[in-house]
């Protein structure tokens, strides 16, 4: 069985928030060029014709269709409106649609890729629908690509992410105690094993599985490693979010870059899943 995540509002009322209280400009800058996530996605866009036709379900404040838009056709589908409005004051041009990734209002089969980070764990009924409508949008032989949370045996970034939330390690810190207003749902974390059977029951052939993360939020932790005018808010009692791409110190890129290099499983907090929509034989 996945783990489950609490939150003191439902899934829609923190993401309006989160979106809400970020910047456009500096997310789209928050992209770490040298994580496995940013050398998966480019994989993947290499093996899309230049031009092709890519979909961003759950896009958020937009940093991926920034970072694709120029040699693909990207649209972004996302359901809250201070994102949506936040990326439309941004770039009038950017190509975002309000949607439900459950309900996509794109056609059947006319999609190169499909991707989607960190959302399909929200759902409190489980991702299948999501991956029905995915692999109803993609044409046969599209790629899907998705990431979603669940740290591996050996992940030192899970197990401390863990810990930071326990109320007698805080206390002995000196920090506060992180609050809960309620047990409304906010995501499941669900195994590698578990997606992996999600996807090959909505048809998909699975290409490639990893896992990836970093430890920017562990280091955050440390103050001497912990960039000045970073600021940190919490929408939510189980993840820390910083609004800011300026997170670390010298010392801190440094230790991250040598950590990443050394033992990158320690950072591996998420995974990422490539799948295919096999393609029709010809009759």
């Not at 910083?242 to 010298?250: A, F, Q």
Request: aromatic share 10%.
């Amino acid at each position: 069985m996945p783990k489950i995540d609490h939150a003191s509002r439902d899934v829609a009322s923190e993401w309006n928030a989160i979106w809400g209280a970020k910047d456009v400009a500096s997310d789209a800058r928050n992209i770490d060029a040298c994580s496995a996530l940013y050398r998966a996605v480019n994989d993947v866009l290499a093996d899309v014709p230049r031009g092709g036709v890519v979909l961003e379900g759950g896009c958020g404040l937009g940093r991926w269709i920034f970072h694709c838009r120029a040699t693909h056709r990207i649209l972004g589908l996302e359901r809250s409106e201070p994102a949506l409005r936040a990326l439309k004051a941004y770039d009038k041009d950017v190509r975002v649609v309000r949607g439900d990734v459950f309900q996509l209002p794109i056609q059947s089969e006319c999609v190169d890729l499909y991707f989607s980070f960190g959302v399909l764990e929200h759902f409190e009924g489980g991702p299948s629908g999501g991956l029905r409508e995915a692999y109803r949008v993609l044409q046969g032989g599209g790629t899907l690509f998705i990431t979603g949370p669940g740290g591996g045996p050996f992940s030192l970034a899970y197990g401390i992410q863990g810990l930071a939330r326990q109320p007698v390690l805080r206390s002995l810190l000196g920090k506060p105690r992180l609050r809960r207003n309620g047990q409304e749902f906010f995501q499941y974390r669900f195994s590698q094993a578990e997606m992996r059977g999600f996807l090959e029951e909505a048809g998909f052939r699975i290409q490639r599985t990893e896992s990836w993360g970093n430890l920017e939020t562990l280091w955050q932790y440390i103050p001497p490693l912990r960039h000045p005018a970073t600021r940190q808010f919490r929408m939510y009692p189980e993840v820390v979010m910083s609004g800011m791409e300026d997170r670390l110190t010298t010392p801190g890129m440094w230790l991250h870059r040598v950590v990443r290099r050394v033992a990158p499983w320690l950072f591996a907090y998420a995974w990422a899943i490539r799948a295919v929509k096999p393609a029709l034989r010809a009759t």
